[in-house]
């Protein structure tokens, strides 16, 4: 049993197994959409394949749509080379279900996958025509929020972004600058509308994509690069539009244990792909059951019927509650606070910390007790059943093989939207005191020692990719694990950083408390564990 067009073929073997297929004709769904491409995907990763591409296969199933989607990716071009077309663009969903089952389905909903290379004159060429089409209505992206970002930790612009500026739309090398003149083609080809969907999990994510592409409009037309109606084209809001949204699937890097169960069926050829670019990535993909995509309703040139598949459209203000409900409270704080002390307690199974009955408390308070008082309910989600839920379903789930390590990437860029949203609530409260806040302090606290990369019993560990690693661990690296130690000296500039924190924690009246706990979770090893004892 083959993952591909000829391995597909034998469909009583892949149902025998227990795979569900598509049961559409795919050949001429392909033809279709390339002819008219309605929608374009950007970073063919773990999500999109677990999450959109399964929704647009179950739309094709049903009947709803008779075309698929395109898939391109502007980061790591190995990924198309290597993993999508070795594959015909198949790949398989495993959900793992919080009661055991599993569900295997096999997704080939991917007309067509190219990379977004403007030095791959047939890839881009083949981009630009796409861009071109009239029925092209929306552009969606899972790159990550610093996918986004035209400058460097210390706020410097990045060179390839300084290069393209100067250089025009004719051969960009940064992912934005690509995609930017990826707009400009279409623009040139008669002003043609389009939404452009961030589906990136972080605040505003919309408007995290607008600040990018106006950028490189703004500087191109400054630089007579582009014509000064691109401008206007981009900030046209029946032509181009860049809605706020807010995704929700836990999708954990493509686990050994799932691998083990598909050669348990006969699937050959599992073996995952480490690029280049350090991209790990396999012809599977493990996630959850639960999944929610709210969506600003903003397509000017019309949107195929998603709702059909679970999607939530509705308006900007409702996406932004709900956003704020799940990544200021409900979900990603949650998952924060347990990267951070699963990787000092050495936990390597998200699942396994719900078992911990200190990390438990911990995350209880933030959610209901420090959380809760600052959400507004969205109308659409209740935030308590969405904590419920999660606490109780999602992430004690044992069948995840999520992991704090992957959790604990790009902390840095995290904790000023996980929980400097919320301290700043407080601060605007008049019913509400920041100083009554503790466990938030706590996780601040926890982050500056686990720059330490030691963990509670004195072991090194590799911190998790962040950018700003270079920056913040410097200030730390003179900090041992004994008692009594004046921290404050080492981390007051860390806790001034509003980029980190969203707040300046003396400002905001919250330095002393982080470092009382920075000071007892450094006092020597069990360090960590007593002082999570202690407050919890």
Same mark, same amino acid.
């Given at each position: 049993?083959?993952?591909?067009?000829?391995?597909?073929?034998?469909?009583?073997?892949?149902?025998?197994?227990?795979?569900?297929?598509?049961?559409?004709?795919?050949?001429?769904?392909?033809?279709?959409?390339?002819?008219?491409?309605?929608?374009?995907?950007?970073?063919?990763?773990?999500?999109?394949?677990?999450?959109?591409?399964?929704?647009?296969?179950?739309?094709?199933?049903?009947?709803?749509?008779?075309?698929?989607?395109?898939?391109?990716?502007?980061?790591?071009?190995?990924?198309?080379?290597?993993?999508?077309?070795?594959?015909?663009?198949?790949?398989?969903?495993?959900?793992?279900?919080?009661?055991?089952?599993?569900?295997?389905?096999?997704?080939?909903?991917?007309?067509?996958?190219?990379?977004?290379?403007?030095?791959?004159?047939?890839?881009?060429?083949?981009?630009?025509?796409?861009?071109?089409?009239?029925?092209?209505?929306?552009?969606?992206?899972?790159?990550?929020?610093?996918?986004?970002?035209?400058?460097?930790?210390?706020?410097?612009?990045?060179?390839?972004?300084?290069?393209?500026?100067?250089?025009?739309?004719?051969?960009?090398?940064?992912?934005?600058?690509?995609?930017?003149?990826?707009?400009?083609?279409?623009?040139?080809?008669?002003?043609?509308?389009?939404?452009?969907?961030?589906?990136?999990?972080?605040?505003?994510?919309?408007?995290?994509?607008?600040?990018?592409?106006?950028?490189?409009?703004?500087?191109?037309?400054?630089?007579?690069?582009?014509?000064?109606?691109?401008?206007?084209?981009?900030?046209?809001?029946?032509?181009?539009?860049?809605?706020?949204?807010?995704?929700?699937?836990?999708?954990?890097?493509?686990?050994?244990?799932?691998?083990?169960?598909?050669?348990?069926?006969?699937?050959?050829?599992?073996?995952?792909?480490?690029?280049?670019?350090?991209?790990?990535?396999?012809?599977?993909?493990?996630?959850?059951?639960?999944?929610?995509?709210?969506?600003?309703?903003?397509?000017?040139?019309?949107?195929?019927?998603?709702?059909?598949?679970?999607?939530?459209?509705?308006?900007?203000?409702?996406?932004?509650?709900?956003?704020?409900?799940?990544?200021?409270?409900?979900?990603?704080?949650?998952?924060?606070?347990?990267?951070?002390?699963?990787? !000092?307690?050495?936990?390597?199974?998200?699942?396994? +910390?719900?078992?911990?009955? =200190?990390?438990? #408390?911990?995350? %209880?308070?933030? /959610?209901?007790?420090?959380?809760?008082?600052?959400?507004?309910?969205?109308?659409?989600?209740?935030?308590?059943?969405?904590?419920?839920?999660?606490?109780?379903?999602?992430?004690?789930?044992?069948?995840?093989?999520?992991?704090?390590?992957?959790?604990?990437?790009?902390?840095?860029?995290?904790?000023?939207?996980?929980?400097?949203?919320?301290?700043?609530?407080?601060?605007?409260?008049?019913?509400?005191?920041?100083?009554?806040?503790?466990?938030?302090?706590?996780?601040?606290?926890?982050?500056?020692?686990?720059?330490?990369?030691?963990?509670?019993?004195?072991?090194?560990?590799?911190?998790?990719?962040?950018?700003?690693?270079?920056?913040?661990?410097?200030?730390?690296?003179? !900090?041992?694990?004994?008692?009594?130690?004046?921290? +404050?000296?080492?981390?007051? =500039?860390?806790? #001034?950083?509003? %980029?980190?924190? /969203?707040?300046?924690?003396?400002?905001?009246?919250?330095?002393?408390?982080?470092?009382?706990?920075?000071?007892?979770?450094?006092?020597?090893?069990?360090?960590?564990?007593?002082?999570?004892?202690?407050?919890?």
């Amino acid at each position: 049993m083959k993952l591909d067009a000829k391995g597909l073929q034998d469909r009583q073997a892949w149902k025998a197994a227990g795979y569900e297929l598509p049961d559409f004709d795919r050949e001429q769904m392909i033809a279709k959409t390339k002819e008219n491409p309605f929608w374009v995907h950007f970073g063919a990763g773990n999500i999109f394949k677990a999450f959109l591409a399964n929704v647009v296969q179950k739309l094709l199933r049903e009947g709803v749509l008779d075309r698929g989607l395109v898939a391109a990716e502007g980061f790591d071009y190995e990924i198309v080379e290597k993993m999508n077309r070795p594959h015909d663009d198949y790949n398989i969903l495993v959900t793992l279900k919080a009661d055991g089952n599993v569900e295997k389905t096999v997704i080939g909903s991917i007309a067509e996958s190219l990379m977004l290379d403007s030095g791959n004159e047939s890839e881009y060429t083949r981009m630009k025509e796409i861009f071109a089409k009239d029925s092209l209505q929306m552009c969606t992206f899972t790159i990550t929020e610093k996918g986004y970002s035209l400058v460097d930790g210390k706020g410097q612009i990045l060179p390839a972004v300084e290069a393209d500026f100067q250089a025009g739309p004719d051969a960009p090398v940064s992912y934005m600058g690509k995609v930017t003149a990826l707009l400009y083609a279409r623009y040139q080809a008669g002003q043609k509308p389009i939404a452009m969907v961030s589906t990136d999990n972080c605040s505003h994510n919309g408007d995290k994509l607008y600040a990018a592409v106006n950028t490189f409009a703004q500087k191109w037309a400054e630089n007579d690069l582009a014509e000064q109606g691109f401008v206007s084209y981009i900030n046209d809001k029946s032509k181009v539009s860049f809605p706020w949204t807010m995704i929700d699937k836990i999708t954990p890097r493509p686990d050994a244990s799932v691998e083990k169960i598909l050669m348990e069926d006969g699937v050959e050829g599992l073996e995952p792909v480490i690029t280049s670019k350090n991209t790990y990535v396999a012809p599977f993909v493990n996630a959850e059951e639960c999944e929610y995509l709210v969506v600003e309703d903003d397509f000017p040139n019309g949107r195929p019927k998603l709702e059909a598949g679970g999607v939530i459209f509705t308006t900007r203000e409702t996406v932004d509650k709900v956003e704020k409900m799940k990544v200021c409270t409900c979900l990603n704080p949650l998952h924060t606070a347990l990267a951070v002390y699963g990787c !000092l307690l050495d936990y390597h199974k998200i699942s396994d +910390e719900l078992k911990d009955e =200190e990390l438990v #408390k911990l995350v %209880q308070r933030i /959610g209901y007790v420090e959380g809760l008082p600052v959400v507004v309910d969205p109308g659409i989600l209740d935030p308590k059943e969405f904590i419920d839920t999660v606490l109780t379903v999602r992430v004690p789930n044992p069948f995840m093989p999520d992991t704090p390590q992957r959790i604990a990437t790009d902390t840095s860029q995290k904790l000023a939207i996980r929980f400097g949203e919320t301290v700043k609530a407080y601060q605007r409260s008049p019913e509400l005191d920041v100083q009554s806040l503790e466990m938030i302090p706590l996780v601040f606290a926890g982050w500056l020692r686990y720059l330490m990369a030691v963990d509670d019993q004195g072991n090194s560990f590799e911190p998790s990719p962040d950018p700003l690693l270079a920056t913040v661990c410097p200030y730390v690296k003179e !900090l041992t694990l004994k008692p009594d130690q004046d921290v +404050e000296k080492y981390v007051a =500039e860390v806790l #001034k950083m509003k %980029q980190i924190f /969203g707040v300046d924690l003396y400002e905001a009246g919250l330095a002393g408390k982080v470092c009382d706990y920075l000071k007892e979770l450094t006092a020597g090893e069990g360090a960590v564990r007593s002082t999570l004892k202690k407050y919890v």
